[in-house]
């Protein structure tokens, strides 16, 4: 007999799952028996700016067993409908959504600071960064009431953390921050504001961010990640699935870095198909050096 998994029976939306972390969280969230719809821009490979696309997170999950559908949204038009997104999920596996992760965000200006921002920019970065995930969450919420539980996941930075100074020193990673660390902010606010007014609700509202950068592929091409002083998509996929299952009346309201939450609650990372421990990436692995106190710690 088939061991149960902790996610059979859910249903989950990833946005921003063409590639990296979106990916990643999709597939772990399939490997535990979660059938998952994926959602970005770029439906078929080399059809868009970055390597990665819809179909080939598609491939890759059905080819370890799991359920998945994907639909090509673009979130940065404040004219789409996002609960097409919802009716694709029940269309395709009879049941509503009660795990929205919130991946999806806008394209990184370094070159912009301050004071050379655009008006487009910003509010593209609004749209997709923040409204975007609300407008989903909020879609989503009757269909996560009517099952009795749901769970929001809004992926974070720690570039949202307040620049202390001065003195200031500038940083290649550091430079057009300000309105991405802004929306991350942001959204860092909103989730314990939606946890608190779901709370009743049986809803979780979460927000992850890794500890450090993930080295993906698209990290490493356009803002020179060193994989060295990175962090693994495991341990980020691993902290999502725990914020995704977990007792919405515990685990909710939280701010969370990814390698400090695995530490926190002593938990198991496993590969993104589930079936094995990652070497050095375990709870009592994990240097303690590497994990960030919070905003004001």
């Known amino acids: 007999m088939t ?64 359920s998945v559908v994907a639909v090509a949204a673009d979130l940065s038009d404040p004219e789409a409908d996002r609960s097409a997104i919802l009716r694709a999920a029940e269309s395709a596996f009879g049941t509503t959504v009660d795990i929205v992760v919130n991946n999806a965000a806008a394209a990184r200006h370094f070159d912009l600071q301050f004071d050379s921002m655009s008006a487009q920019t910003f509010r593209e970065a609004l749209e997709v960064n923040v409204w975007a995930g609300w407008d ?45 660390g802004g929306t991350k902010a942001m959204l860092d606010r909103l989730t314990t504001g939606a946890a608190m007014e779901l709370y009743e609700r049986h809803i979780a509202v979460n927000a992850l961010a890794p500890e450090g950068a993930v080295a993906t592929d698209n990290a490493r091409s356009t803002a020179e990640v060193d994989p060295a002083t990175s962090e693994p998509l495991e341990t980020m996929a691993e902290a999502a699935l725990a914020l995704c ?53």
């Open 245 to 297: 299952s977990g007792d919405p009346s515990v685990l909710t309201g939280r701010i969370a870095y990814s390698l400090s939450l695995l530490v926190e609650i002593q938990r198991e990372v496993c590969d993104l198909t589930g079936t094995h421990s990652v070497t050095g990436w375990q709870p009592d692995e994990i240097d303690p050096a590497r994990l960030f106190a919070g905003y004001l710690k």
């Open 136 to 180: 989903l969450a909020m879609q989503a919420i009757p269909g996560m009431v009517a099952k009795g539980a749901g769970w929001i996941l809004n992926i974070s930075s720690r570039g949202a953390a307040p620049k202390f100074g001065p003195p200031y020193q500038m940083h290649p990673l550091v430079a057009g921050q300000c309105l991405y």
């Open 3 to 66: 061991a149960r998994r902790v996610l059979d029976g859910h249903t989950a939306v990833v946005t921003g799952a063409s590639r990296g972390i979106g990916r990643a969280i999709a597939q772990r969230l399939a490997a535990e028996g979660a059938m998952v719809v994926v959602t970005g821009r770029t439906l078929v490979a080399d059809s868009g700016p970055y390597a990665g696309s819809l179909t080939e997170t598609v491939q890759i999950i059905e080819e370890q067993g799991g």
